[in-house]
């Protein structure tokens, strides 16, 4: 029901009979699809193929990129295709093509799951009353248990971690990030990435975790109440839930927010009703038997990590590897981010 789609770009085109033939050989499935481009995604792309009866989704890396590492489709597809048993939330997948030939890199086909994906806004004859947007958060936290419910080893997905010092691993992971991605008059986060070392706490567990996890990433019902789909499995990997839900409230953005945070939201998480990051992150601790002791660790963590993604992309930018005119603001919005981490520090 999302109507974000366009002509596919011109530098994201592909050889549509190559596929049409290939998804004929494979699974039986006839007939040249038309084919539009989802606007979204900085990463992945995605299209969709549409036949007489009905749509199918394809994914694959970004024109020029190599199918492995960070736009490995063998990974997000085998991971989605193992899990959808246990957690009936994943699209069901098609096909995967590890032949490059076929369209220049890896790609896979999966259903296409009818609904509504909400952005920063509800979409046009859309709205949420206080009672069904508190639902509607409730809803989104108890997916998140269930996949987070879900044993690695029962799935075949153990492979993906790496044991225990998760939270240890993210933190090193995102302060070196960070560092090989400094422009000039880039804040300096030593003081925040100190803290977060002092306060660290171990892993309460580990378990299949999504890292993206987001209201823009959810298929909705009609109703807006209940979950059909979660998409973008592309970061997901075995870990510490709680770092998962770190990650998830760094965009969740309220309404009492100041400015500064008010101009990042890109999910109607500001509606009346909505709870805030606090009574998110307890909210799914008493789901699941935690404590919620930890929490300012976790929201400066989330939100250092935002920092990181943003100034990354801002150092393309900078570097002139991209001229995306919407990038150009990011430098000040790590600034920004920066002084909230000292603020949260300031009441922790």
């Known amino acids: 029901m999302t109507t974000e789609r366009t002509a596919v770009r ?9 596929v049409a033939g290939w998804l004929g050989d494979e699974v039986g499935i006839t007939g040249t699809p038309s084919v ?3 606007r979204g995604g900085a990463s992945n792309l995605t299209y969709l193929l549409g036949y007489p009866d009905g749509s199918l989704i394809l994914r694959r890396p970004p024109t020029g990129a190599k199918a492995r590492g960070a736009h490995d489709m063998v990974r997000e597809y085998t991971v989605q295709h193992r899990l959808k048993p246990a957690f009936s939330y994943v699209p069901e997948m098609i096909a995967l093509c590890t032949d490059e030939n ?3 890199s890896q790609f896979y086909v999966m259903e296409r799951v009818p609904g509504v994906i909400p952005r920063a806004n509800l979409p046009e004859g859309y709205m949420l009353s206080r009672d069904d947007a508190g639902e509607l958060a409730s809803v989104f936290v108890d997916r998140f248990v269930d996949l987070h419910r879900v044993d690695p080893d029962e799935v075949g997905l153990s492979e993906l971690g790496r044991g225990d010092g998760y939270v240890a691993r993210q933190l090193r992971g995102w302060t070196d990030r960070y560092r090989n991605a400094l ?22 567990d580990s378990c299949v975790i999504h890292n993206d996890f987001r209201f823009d990433n959810l298929v909705l019902d009609e109703s807006l109440t209940k979950v059909r789909a979660v998409l973008d499995w592309e970061m997901s990997t075995v870990g510490d839930p709680l770092m998962d839900v770190a990650c998830a409230l760094a965009y969740w953005v309220q309404a009492d927010d ?19 990051r606090a009574d998110v992150f307890e909210y799914y601790c008493l789901r ?6 930890a929490w300012p660790f976790y929201e400066v963590f989330g939100t250092f990590r935002l920092a990181v993604i943003l100034q990354q992309i801002y150092y393309r930018y900078h570097l002139g590897q991209t001229s995306n005119p919407d990038f150009a603001g990011f430098g000040a919005t790590v600034e920004y981010l920066h002084g909230r981490c000292h603020e949260i520090l300031s009441h922790a």
Do not use: C, N
């Open 10 to 18: 011109r530098e994201d085109a592909f050889d549509v009979s190559a």
């Open 36 to 38: 539009e481009q989802y």
């Open 102 to 104: 076929v369209i220049g």
């Open 183 to 204: 422009t000039p008059g880039a804040p300096d986060f030593g003081a925040i990435t100190s803290w977060l070392e002092r306060l660290q706490p171990p892993d309460v």
């Open 258 to 276: 100041p400015p500064g945070m008010l101009a990042l939201r890109k999910q109607p998480t500001h509606l009346p009703g909505m709870p805030t």
């Open 288 to 293: 699941m038997d935690l404590s919620p002791d």
